[in-house]
C-alpha cells in the first residue's frame, strides 16, 4: 500500500499500535535495489509492521549534485518492497515533508559529520538528520534500519538517537554486492559499461587494506597508500577520498588498535561512488 500524506500515515500506524503491533522503519531515497530489500527483510523479521519511506529528499543534496537525474520509479519500488515484505510505503511529495514556511533543521555537530563525505558534502549530513528526525517523528518505529554502505551515516544518526534521547533502537544490516564486489547503488545506474568495469576497483582495494592490516600492517597512514595505489591503478577512477578513522566516533588514528573504519570515495566521470570495510 502506497501512503502520501502525513496525516494517513499516523492514522494507519495509530490502528496498528491500538491493537500492540510494533513498528519498523526502513527510510530510502527509492530505486530499490537488493541492498533496500536486505534491510526490508531485516525489518520484516523483528516487526508486526514495516513502514518503507521512498522519497528523494532535495535537503541532502549540494547544489550542483543530482537531485533532478536521481532515479525513481515508485511503481516498481512498492512492488519490490511489499514482495520483501513491506507493508506500507510512504511516499510524500516534497511540499508534504517541507511546506513553504518550514525553516527547522537537525544538525550533528563536530567532527563527525565534518569528515568523509561531510568533507566533500558539507550540506549533506544536515539533509539527513532533518529528513530522519520528521520521519521518525511521523512513524515514531521502534526500530530504524539502515546499511553499513552508508557507515558514516550510521554512525550520525546513532550519535542523534542518543544525543537527543530517542527512543528507537538503530539496526546496522551488511553491505550487499554486486556478483564482482560492487556495493549495490541506485547510482550504479549511471556509470557507463566502462566506469561499471573499472568500479570494482573500491571494493578490491579496500580489501587489499584489510588483507595488509591482517598480515601485519598497523600503519594508517600506511594502509591508506596501499587503498589509493590500488585505486589509482584504473584510468577512469578519481579519487575523492580515502581514510581510515576510528568506528563509530570517526575520529583520526594513526596506529590501529582497535575498530576502524576504512573508507572510500571515487568518481567515475560524474559519477561518485562510495564504499567501506570495517576491521580491526
Ligand atoms: P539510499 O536509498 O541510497 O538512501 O539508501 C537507503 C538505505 O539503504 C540506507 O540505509 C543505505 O545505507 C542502505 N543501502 C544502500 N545500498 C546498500 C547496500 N548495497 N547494502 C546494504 N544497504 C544499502
Do not use: W
Request: net charge negative; aromatic share 6%.
Amino acid at each position: 500500500m502506497i501512503i502520501t500524506t502525513i496525516s494517513e500515515l499516523r492514522n494507519y500506524l495509530h490502528n496498528q499500535r491500538l491493537q500492540g503491533k510494533t513498528v519498523g522503519l526502513v527510510p530510502t531515497m527509492g530505486y530499490l535495489h537488493d541492498g533496500h530489500l536486505s534491510l526490508i527483510r531485516a525489518a520484516r523479521k523483528e516487526n508486526n509492521v514495516v513502514v518503507v519511506s521512498d522519497f528523494v529528499n532535495p535537503t541532502q543534496f549540494g547544489p550542483n549534485e543530482d537531485f533532478a537525474t536521481y532515479p525513481r520509479d515508485i511503481e516498481r519500488d512498492a512492488k519490490l518492497a511489499t514482495d520483501a515484505g513491506a507493508d506500507v510505503i510512504f511516499h510524500p511529495s516534497v511540499e508534504e515533508m517541507y511546506p513553504t514556511d518550514s525553516s527547522t533543521i537537525v544538525e550533528v555537530e563536530g567532527n563527525i559529520t565534518k569528515v568523509l563525505c561531510g568533507a566533500s558534502r558539507p550540506t549533506h549530513f544536515k539533509g539527513v538528520t532533518t529528513v530522519v528526525s520528521m520521519l521518525f517523528n511521523i512513524v515514531q518505529p521502534d526500530k530504524a534500519y539502515f546499511g553499513q554502505k552508508d557507515a558514516q551515516q550510521a554512525a550520525v544518526l546513532m550519535k542523534m538517537i542518543n544525543d537527543l534521547h530517542m527512543n528507537i533502537e538503530l539496526i546496522t544490516c551488511p553491505i550487499v554486492r554486486e556478483s564482482d564486489g560492487l556495493a549495490m547503488s541506485s547510482r550504479n545506474t549511471y556509470l557507463s559499461v566502462e566506469e561499471r568495469k573499472q568500479a570494482v576497483v573500491l571494493n578490491q582495494a579496500l580489501k587489499a587494506g584489510k588483507d595488509a592490516f591482517e598480515k601485519g600492517e598497523k600503519e594508517a597512514s600506511k594502509l591508506v597508500k596501499i587503498i589509493s595505489n590500488k585505486i589509482n591503478e584504473m584510468p577512469l577512477a578519481e579519487i575523492d577520498y580515502v581514510n581510515i578513522l576510528d568506528f563509530p566516533s570517526l575520529a583520526p588514528v594513526s596506529k590501529i588498535e582497535k575498530e576502524v573504519l576504512a573508507a572510500v570515495a571515487v568518481k567515475f566521470g560524474k559519477t561518485r561512488l562510495i564504499d567501506n570495510v570495517i576491521f580491526g
